[in-house]
């Protein structure tokens, strides 16, 4: 599971201004749980994810991991967790089945567990037409599905996907998303940013609502219909905006 206690992360601009990208920030995954890490572009989920995967170092705070501290012990956690980063490039030359089958051994699991994990992620993610065809050759959502696989490749505990179906075809975002679940009912703590309130409806069993690298608000899907008194997706969003810059008047112009 995930726990985050306080994260912060500053970035200096170039005219030297400093802002927060993350700003204190607290929240909680458990195993079995699907948590959508949901904002605007800019909002900071990308910089939380890198956080939580030991590419960044926080400024203040911590998160635990299983059990290890992104601070204290770094390789434990990128041990314990898959990342889906946003531009994970994949070698043109090769084919799936070659570059997860490479990253399978880099995280020194045996040929037979890397045959038995290909074969099972290709069928739910259905991989098996281009498995053995050069990445070169791949549309977007192909390559994004190799990309998954090579990052849980290992079987990790925690799966953390940034924006795993951005820009892609409603059909093999369907598929991401439906494997995903299965990911969740087998014991997984996922964690996934996304700036669609509808794919985060879907799926996740909380939302950590996030905006200007702060905590708006947090909950399942009907608990923030229930306190925002709102039934559209986009309309929840802008109210805990508003509520966040101290207005009481709710308009979607905006946005
Ligand atoms: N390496 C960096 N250097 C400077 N500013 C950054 C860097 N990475 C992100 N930022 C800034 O931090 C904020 C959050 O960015 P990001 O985490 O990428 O948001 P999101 O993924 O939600 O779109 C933005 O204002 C962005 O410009
Ligand atoms: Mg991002």
Not at 82 to 101: A, H, K, N, Q, V
Not at 153 to 159: F, L
């Amino acid at each position: 599971m995930i726990l985050v206690e306080r994260l912060c992360k500053n970035f200096l601009k170039k005219n030297g201004e400093e802002i927060k990208a993350i700003d204190e920030f607290s929240f909680t995954a458990d195993k079995g749980q699907i948590v959508s890490l949901l904002g605007v572009n800019g909002a900071g989920k990308t910089t939380m994810l890198r956080l939580l995967s030991t590419v960044l170092k926080p400024d203040a705070g911590d998160a635990v991991l299983e059990g290890h501290s992104i601070i204290k012990e770094p390789e434990k956690v990128r041990k314990s967790i898959g990342f889906l980063s946003g531009d994970t490039g994949l070698y043109g030359r090769l084919t799936p089945r070659e570059i997860i089958t490479y990253f399978g051994r880099l995280y020194d699991v045996t040929d037979n567990t890397i045959k038995r994990r290909i074969s099972e992620m290709a069928n739910l993610l259905d991989m098996n037409d281009f498995l053995d065809r050069k990445v070169d050759f791949l549309s977007t959502g192909m390559k994004q599905k190799v990309s998954i696989c090579r990052s849980i490749i290992h079987d990790p505990p925690i799966m953390i996907f940034d924006e795993p179906t951005s820009g892609l075809d409603i059909l093999t975002a369907r598929t991401i998303v439906s494997f995903i679940n299965r990911c969740r009912h087998d014991g997984k703590c996922i964690l996934f940013s996304t700036h669609i309130m509808r794919e985060a409806e879907r799926i996740a069993d909380k939302i950590e609502l996030i905006h200007q690298g702060k905590l708006l608000t947090e909950g399942s899907i009907d608990k923030l219909r229930e306190e925002s008194e709102h039934q559209d997706l986009d309309d929840i969003f802008v109210y805990y905006v508003n509520k966040f810059k101290g207005k009481t008047e709710v308009t979607a112009d905006e946005y």
